[in-house]
């Protein structure tokens, strides 16, 4: 029963770099979510996408961080030119319909570290 | 916009103790609550879920949770704590509005450690 699968578990980036971070969905889930989860804070709603669609990027910071989800392959969170503050875990949540509220089955997120 | 607080950062209890968690939230609408839990070392999993119905939820290993709408409350309870209940724990909230159906809003967690 493969669940949500992120990789890598852990990221080291030195401040400038780039970082992707993949999230691939539950089988036949086709909505995505990413969150971010600051040091002693809980998790922060950053985007919602779609195959090939990005519904909802209202917790994006508006530069450095974009979101896809592709019609093939994992969603890709990327970060440009990194700084510290950008250390974090990032999760990933699948669900597999539009029902509201529908349940969202998380992974097991990416842990950022920027030197 | 919507908020959820948690009142307990941490919580130390003893084997076979009694558990109530707090989590109060606040939307001006209908709400869907959840509660999520991570084991050491593990990914967020869903212990319970609120929608409608029952305000009396029950979800696994035990625990329950109460929802009251006149106090925007959702605590979560389980009568008799494991050392394996040593964790964190989230409450969630997701609107039922066109404009916030998806996101979740998280609490800040209260982190639980059960004493053998």
């Known amino acids: 029963n493969a669940g949500v699968m992120q990789n890598p578990r852990h990221l080291v980036r030195r401040r400038g770099q780039e970082a992707r971070l993949r999230c691939s969905p539950m089988?036949?889930?086709?909505?995505v979510y990413w969150y971010r989860q600051l040091p002693e804070e809980g998790l922060k709603f950053m985007v919602y996408l779609q195959k090939e669609n990005i519904i909802d990027e209202s917790g994006m910071p508006k530069e450095r961080f974009s979101a896809e989800f592709p019609k093939e392959g994992p969603s890709i969170l990327r970060i440009q030119q990194v700084v510290r503050g950008d250390s974090a875990a990032y999760f990933c949540a699948s669900s597999p319909r539009q029902r509201q509220g529908e349940t969202q089955y998380f992974g097991p997120g990416t842990r950022l570290l920027v030197l | 916009a919507q908020s959820v607080s948690q009142h307990n950062h941490h919580v130390i209890l003893s084997e076979a103790a009694s558990l109530e968690l707090g989590c109060n939230y606040s939307y001006g609408g209908t709400v869907n609550l959840f509660w999520y839990v991570q084991y050491p070392g593990q990914h967020l999993q869903l212990l319970l879920k609120?929608?409608?119905?029952?305000?009396l939820v029950k979800g696994i290993k035990g625990f329950e949770a109460e929802f009251i709408k006149s106090k925007f409350s959702f605590n979560l309870r389980k009568p008799s704590v494991q050392w394996s209940d040593t964790a964190e724990y989230f409450c969630?909230?997701?609107?039922?509005?066109?404009?916030?159906?998806?996101?979740?809003?998280f609490g800040s967690g209260t982190q639980l450690t059960v004493l053998p």
């Open positions: 609120y929608f409608s119905g029952d305000p």
């Open positions: 089988k036949g889930h086709s909505h």
């Open positions: 969630a909230v997701c609107g039922r509005s066109s404009g916030s159906a998806r996101q979740l809003t």
